[in-house]
């Protein structure tokens, strides 16, 4: 990656991190928080809560901002797997327990690949963002997510 490709990255980065939400009207199906020792980010998210949306995911998906992302939502956690069949960007994949609470981090999954990424410990909500965010930002094991669907969260909605 060239200085300036490296440069704009971490400028984007930057603009990814925020304060933290003031209030409950920060807490909308469209958005995903995430906090930790490393400070705390929005994302702009569709939401895929059903089987057909989990399996198709960001499939063909040519570009997607670096404030975007799509979250999975399963009705329990579980070890679950996921795949790069037909994606066609790299990813970062952020599994998280039934409190939220991030439990892995995948980075750069690479684009088409069909082996499977195992959330390694059961996993209820499934972060999908641009590859190399999450390490960008510093988001890690042990971080914790806000979003309507998280019911007992660690870091509820207000």
Same mark, same amino acid.
């Given at each position: 990656m060239g200085s300036g490709a490296r440069a704009l990255l971490i400028f984007l980065a930057s603009a990814i991190v925020t304060a933290a939400p003031a209030a409950a009207q920060q807490c909308r199906d469209d *958005? %995903?928080?995430l906090r930790g020792d490393w400070g705390t980010a929005r994302f702009h998210v569709d939401v895929a809560d059903s089987a057909?949306?989990?399996s198709r995911g960001l499939m063909f %998906?040519?570009?997607m901002p =670096? *404030? =975007?992302g799509? !979250?999975?939502v399963y009705g329990h956690a579980s070890k679950t797997a996921f795949w790069m069949k037909n994606t066609l960007i790299p990813l970062d994949m952020i599994f998280a327990d039934g409190k939220g609470q991030v439990v892995k981090v995948h980075s750069n999954a690479v684009p088409h690949d069909e *082996?499977?990424?195992p959330s390694g410990t059961p996993a209820q909500? %499934? !972060?999908e963002i641009n590859g190399g965010l =999450?390490?960008? !930002?510093?988001?890690d094991v042990g971080s914790e997510m806000m979003h309507p669907a998280i019911r007992g969260a660690a870091w509820p909605c207000e």
């Open positions: *958005t %995903v928080w057909e949306e989990r %998906v040519e570009k =670096a *404030t =975007a799509m !979250l999975f *082996t499977p990424i909500y %499934v !972060l =999450a390490r960008q !930002l510093g988001i």
